[in-house]
């Protein structure tokens, strides 16, 4: 058997965590056993399923590097396959035609609030004549569903889970309006494009027993199910905004690297033993569904930013600049050139040492592109100059003017030979060279920087060092 995965969204809203991180357990469990991965748009709801909304959720995907196999599908498209299907179970007497009003089905439900009973509709068009329907009323369809036994959902993940037929009542297949509801549109679908493993949130694990019985009723092979625990805050209650559960491209925004962000992802609720950082190709090769846990996973910023940085100090330094130059040229205010480029370029592998995002990455960085304004905007930089600081600065920086090749082993020779000379240690000298150099008193090392700057600009930023 060929395995077809599917992630099918609803685009209501943005591609949240728990959303990408069920695409990305789809897609590698379909790479992993060589089969396809594909992409549905469960976008029936045509009020709230809007262009941006879809959008958003293909962006976040491709972001992910998730990628699909053969074109997205839209549910939508597909209406008059549903509907035929429908028409398909009223022929052979599985189905029939509800006229049920609204307030008949609110007073059920009251009813059976009431009475301590979960509110579910009582069957009562189930059997009776069609003749008796009400004028004007529109019925739907319902599907007649066992009413005895049980159905059994063979789970991947939460193992067998056995539903008495009688908590099951006879779901709607297609609403009065003539238009399929999510339930059989989503059976259909799966069918249709061949789905043989549905991988998605334990949410979903009472839809799948109606589900279940729909495909039995029409004679199709029901797919195999896993159903993934949910993901929640560090303090175990439901992810909310607050925790991390916001659009994946406000993790773009944040600074996340795609590959830190699958990564992350993967750990919530898989594991190979004790690897924390496991690589695309690794996770294809490692992952199957038994590693996955039946408790809710719980999101961790702390554990992310760590993973990023890891991420970051292994990244392409070519890569990283292109990610951080539209960062440094909205907060320059300013193009910028090949030039900056190639000076972002020399220093990027002291710069990505220290940081755990693009965007640190890029305020870090803003020092080679700008230099420093005074008064110092960083007050343990502009504490670094005051008193004698400013003038072993320029006292240095005048025995610099005296190399001939600007390396940074020359340069620290100078400032070693000038702190012995004073009777000082290395660091009484080196930090306010920093503060002059770069404004602040956090950065690589200044020997680096100086040779990444070059003789010209080193030494202007040096010469215009004072004490505020």
């Not at 099918?8 to 992993?32: K, Q, V």
């Not at 594909?38 to 879809?54: C, F, G, K, M, Q």
């Not at 082993?409 to 009484?428: C, M, T």
Request: proline share 4%; charged share 30%.
């Amino acid at each position: 058997m060929s395995v077809v995965t599917r992630f099918a969204p609803s685009p209501t809203g943005f591609l949240h965590i728990g959303g990408a991180r069920t695409a990305l357990f789809n897609w590698l469990f379909a790479r992993h056993h060589g089969g396809r991965y594909l992409l549905r748009v469960e976008d029936t709801d045509r009020e709230r399923s809007t262009p941006e909304a879809i959008q958003a959720i293909l962006d976040g995907l491709r972001w992910l590097e998730l990628d699909w196999d053969g074109d997205e599908i839209y549910q939508s498209a597909n209406q008059a396959r549903h509907a035929a299907i429908v028409a398909e179970l009223l022929d052979k007497g599985l189905a029939y035609r509800c006229y049920t009003t609204p307030e008949e089905l609110a007073e059920m439900r009251e009813k059976a609030r009431a009475e301590g009973r979960p509110p579910r509709y009582d069957g009562r068009w189930r059997d009776r004549d069609p003749s008796e329907a009400p004028a004007g009323v529109k019925p739907a369809i319902r599907l007649k569903a066992p009413q005895e036994g049980e159905t059994v959902i063979r789970d991947l993940v939460q193992g067998d889970v056995r539903i008495a037929n009688e908590q099951l009542d006879d779901m709607v297949l297609m609403r009065g309006d003539g238009t399929p509801t999510y339930m059989h549109s989503v059976v259909v679908d799966d069918h249709d494009m061949g789905v043989t493993h549905i991988i998605r949130g334990v949410d979903h694990l009472t839809n799948a027993a109606r589900q279940t019985v729909l495909y039995q009723a029409l004679g199709w092979d029901v797919p195999e199910f896993a159903h993934v625990p949910l993901i929640h805050g560090p303090d175990g209650a439901k992810l909310s905004k607050r925790h991390g559960a916001l659009g994946v491209e406000a993790y773009r925004d944040m600074g996340y690297l795609p590959e830190a962000m699958r990564n992350y992802l993967l750990r919530l609720g898989w594991a190979h033993g004790d690897e924390e950082i496991i690589g695309t190709e690794q996770a294809i090769e490692w992952f199957s569904l038994e590693s996955i846990g039946r408790s809710p996973a719980r999101f961790d910023f702390a554990k992310l930013e760590n993973l990023n940085g890891h991420y970051i100090r292994e990244a392409d330094d070519v890569r990283l600049v292109a990610l951080i130059l539209p960062r440094l040229a909205e907060t320059l205010h300013r193009d910028l050139d090949e030039d900056c480029r190639d000076i972002l370029l020399a220093g990027m592998n002291g710069l990505k040492q220290r940081a755990k995002t693009l965007v640190e990455l890029s305020d870090n960085a803003v020092f080679y592109l700008q230099a420093p304004t005074y008064p110092l905007k960083v007050e343990k930089a502009a504490k670094l100059l005051a008193g004698d600081g400013a003038t072993m600065v320029l006292e240095v920086a005048h025995k610099f003017g005296e190399l001939d090749k600007w390396e940074a082993g020359a340069l620290e020779d100078i400032v070693r030979a000038y702190a012995e000379s004073k009777g000082l240690g290395l660091g009484k000298i080196a930090q306010p060279l920093r503060a002059a150099l770069t404004g602040s008193n956090i950065s690589p090392g200044i020997f680096e920087i100086m040779e990444v700057l070059g003789r010209e600009e080193s030494l202007a930023r040096l010469s215009a060092a004072r004490a505020d």
